[in-house]
Each structure stands twice: as structure tokens, then as C-alpha cells.
């Protein structure tokens, strides 16, 4: 975690933008992929994040942070939103809001877990737990966007196959990326790992040695990224070149 | 000029406390960090000023808890968009541990343990605003919390308040820590929505 390490996006205040909703489809039962034309959004890097804005009638407004599931495509921005039962913005996001409705955008944002297909040529080690999938997608079809040729891997944990998102996308045979599922509560028949939580020998399995030095991306919950990473920081991989991203509760 | 989201009502409006502008309440207290969590140990623990003239000022873990220390309750506001109200801590105040340090230095760099760097004005740790926290909400700070502790500077948004603290920097110049560098706001006033350089 060198300073200094990312040249950031500096300069320009970042303004709100109307987003229009031009798709959505389903990723499973409690999560959907939110499609916007975005007039005048500025692009940005696989596993940024954005701010969404939400304003009331009444003048009360709110905001939420939500990763960027798309590659870098012109003005168009994908999220992908699960929705939290009691949460104030994740319901509206996934039930309410309607193709042709209209909210507010500010972004991209984050400059640390991020992937810079122009600069890093080491290979990459991609690490989700259940939602945290999103930036991660982000990275993989960017590198397939750009016929990219970094090798890549994924391990995903999900609790049960029904709880997969991305299903077609990920389902894409892409050269350079290996993938390996994870299940922690329940395996498709003859899976030949036991469902359970992520386990050295998973990473050490589905990874890469740490003497190929690759850049580890580690995303879902706080309890999931914190055991993830420090497994990978006793397998040996520098705690420098392991980017973290937690998503808390609240949306 | 905001867009009304057609059909969003939002929650029931908290009139009893007040938010800065674009965030939220939790009871929670989510977790954010750019790396692995470090083991730091007691043993080898040490909280360094070094002023803008090179002067070192050490502490160990003994020293630190030797100092007199207090007990603030403060609201925190993570710029991820959560606020916690009445959170309660123990350490020792900034005001303690740079009473000695000889410096007419505008700017400080707080560094943590794990490399993370973070900035913010000499003024903004002194006067009973900042503290060396090392207990949370009567319990020995967890290490995902910043354990074994963590800087507390509550009035400016919570990156500020690096966790793992090492030692703080005293600079005449600004230096940009490692959020500030990748496009996060020099200061960092919730209340005036200082997120983004620029903000």
C-alpha cells in the first residue's frame, strides 16, 4: 500500500448527473442489474464505485456508494444492487425504480481498488464473497473488452449456487481466467468440494503462488475479506500488493 | 437543482439528531480498509512524532498508558456515507503528547502501521479534538477497528482518523496521504460535504 502508488483522478469537482434507467434484468433472487445512459459521464476504471442520490418529494434527500459492475462503455453504467430487506435505497433501486425513471450519479470514485489494464501486466488474483462479485465482474470484463491478455483468476465464494450472479457472463469461456466456486451452505450435486467458508487451501488452490507476485483484489463482507486476506498474508503474499474493499450493511 | 425520485419516500426523518448533508445513520460499525488487517503487537508497539526539524519523540505501549488519558463520546461520519452517533472511546489526547514537541509546523502526515497515510492540519488535532484511542465501548480496540490503536480526530471524516497509528509527521508543507492521493477531499468537513478534491 505504497503512498502515492495510484495516480488518482485529481482536479475537477465531481457533479451529479442525471441517470436514466435503460434496462434491468434479474441476477437472482433478491438482486438485479440496474442499466443507465448517463449524459456526460466521464468513464472510469474497473472497480470503481459511484454515488447514487435519492431525493423525496419533500426536498429529503439520501446517498449510497455502489460499485460499477460494467467495463468502461461511453455513457453507459451498470450496477448491480442486492436488495436489503429494512434498508432506505436498495429497495427502491431494486422494486421501485422503473426503465425510463431518472436519479442522480456522482462519479467514478476510488482510485486504490481498481484495475489499470495499461500499467499492471502481473497477474491478478480475484477473491469475492457473495456481492462483492461486482468490482470484480468490473475487472473481467474489462480484460475481455480489451481482449486483454494479464492472466487472471477468480475464486468465488456464494452460499449455493442460486445465489450466483453474473450466470451467462461468467459462464464465457475467457481465455487466461481460471474460476473456482466456493459454496458455504449448499454444493451442486457431485461438487467435489464440501460446502464450508474459504479456506487457505482454497486460495492456495485457485490462486497463484506468491512468488508470481500477483495483485490480489478481496471484496465481499468485513468477515469474509478479513478472513480472505489474512489467508493470503499467511500463504506469503505481500500485504502490499492485496487491495481490499468491504461492503458494509446499510444500503 | 435535485431530481425528485418518482415513488422514493425514504425512511421516517430522524428529527432528534442531526445528519451532515448525504449520510445516513447505522448502528453498526461497518469496517473499511484498503488492506489486510496488520498483527501489530504490544511488544513492539511505538507511537513516533518526528518534527518538521527531525526531532523524534517516542512512546511505547507503557508510556502511552501511563498518560492520562479520556473518555470521548462522539458521533463519527465515514465519508462511504454512515454516521454513528455517541460513540465512546478512551485515549489520549493529542494536546498531551504534542505539549512537548517544539514545532511551528502547519501540516501534519499520520502514518499507520500497513503503510496507510492520511493528512490534515496541526490545528485540527489540538484543542481537545484528536486523541491516541485504544479502547472502544469499554473494550480493548479491536485490531479491525484499528487496535491496538488508532487516531481520533471525530469532527473530519473517518479515514482521517487512521487506524494502526505509527507516528505523525509535522511538515511546513501539505503532503497528500494515500486517499488524498487518489482523489479523496485535504480536509474532510462532513458538514460541508468535503468528500472529493474539489468538493
Not at chain 2, 162 to 183: M, Y
Amino acid at each position: 500500500m505504497a503512498r502515492a502508488a495510484v495516480p488518482g483522478r485529481l482536479g475537477a469537482r465531481l457533479r451529479w448527473l442525471e441517470a436514466r434507467l435503460t434496462g434491468r434484468h434479474d441476477e437472482s433472487d433478491t438482486a438485479r442489474t440496474l442499466v443507465f445512459d448517463v449524459p456526460g459521464w466521464p468513464g472510469h476504471l474497473p472497480g470503481q464505485h459511484l454515488d447514487v442520490r435519492l431525493t423525496a418529494a419533500d426536498g429529503y434527500s439520501t446517498q449510497r456508494s455502489y460499485s460499477i459492475a460494467s467495463a468502461p462503455d461511453g455513457e453507459r453504467v451498470e450496477l448491480t444492487v442486492e436488495r436489503i430487506d429494512d434498508g432506505e435505497v436498495s429497495p427502491y433501486l431494486v422494486d421501485v425504480l422503473e426503465v425510463g425513471d431518472v436519479i442522480e450519479l456522482r462519479g467514478p470514485v476510488g482510485g486504490w481498488f481498481v484495475w489499470r489494464p495499461d500499467e499492471q501486466k502481473e497477474p491478478v488474483l480475484l477473491v469475492a464473497g457473495g456481492s462483492g462479485i461486482v468490482p470484480l465482474m468490473a475487472m473481467i470484463r474489462t480484460r475481455r473488452a480489451l481482449s486483454d491478455r494479464v492472466p487472471f483468476r477468480l475464486v468465488y465464494s456464494l452460499r449455493s449456487p442460486r445465489s450466483q450472479w453474473f450466470v451467462p457472463d461468467l459462464r464465457t469461456q475467457d481465455p487466461g481466467l481460471d474460476k473456482t466456486f466456493l459454496y458455504s451452505r449448499s454444493a451442486p450435486e457431485g461438487w467435489p468440494r464440501p460446502p464450508g467458508r474459504v479456506t487457505a487451501n482454497d486460495l492456495s488452490a485457485g490462486g497463484w503462488p506468491p512468488d508470481f507476485e500477483p495483485v490480489c483484489y478481496v471484496c465481499g463482507s468485513t468477515g469474509f475479506v478479513e478472513t480472505a486476506a489474512g489467508l493470503l498474508v499467511a500463504l506469503g503474499h505481500d500485504p502490499r500488493r492485496i487491495r481490499t474493499e468491504r461492503f458494509g450493511p446499510g444500503g | 437543482m435535485a431530481v425528485i425520485s418518482r415513488g422514493f419516500h425514504g425512511r421516517a426523518r430522524d428529527q432528534g439528531r442531526e445528519l451532515p448533508p448525504g449520510q445516513y445513520e447505522t448502528t453498526g460499525f461497518p469496517v473499511l480498509s484498503a488492506g489486510p488487517t496488520p498483527a501489530v503487537s504490544l511488544d513492539d508497539w511505538e507511537f513516533t512524532v518526528r518534527s518538521e526539524t527531525g526531532v523524534r519523540h517516542r512512546w511505547n505501549w507503557q508510556e502511552l498508558m501511563s498518560l492520562p488519558s479520556e473518555t470521548p463520546t462522539v458521533d463519527i461520519h465515514c465519508v462511504t456515507k454512515w454516521s454513528k452517533f455517541g460513540t465512546r472511546w478512551q485515549g489520549v489526547s493529542l494536546d498531551v503528547l504534542l505539549a512537548g514537541v517544539e514545532s511551528g509546523a502547519e501540516y501534519a502526515l499520520v502514518r499507520s502501521y500497513g503503510d496507510y497515510t492520511t493528512n490534515l492540519p496541526v490545528e485540527d488535532l489540538l484543542d481537545g479534538k484528536a486523541w491516541i484511542a485504544y479502547r472502544y465501548d469499554d473494550e480493548e480496540l479491536p485490531a479491525e477497528h484499528g487496535g491496538p490503536a488508532r487516531l481520533l480526530v471525530p469532527h473530519l471524516y473517518l479515514w482521517k482518523s487512521a487506524k494502526w497509528v505509527r507516528g505523525i509527521q509535522l511538515l511546513d508543507e501539505e503532503e497528500r496521504g494515500f486517499w488524498e492521493t487518489v482523489g479523496y477531499h485535504d480536509y474532510g468537513d462532513p458538514w460541508r460535504e468535503q468528500r472529493y478534491q474539489g468538493d
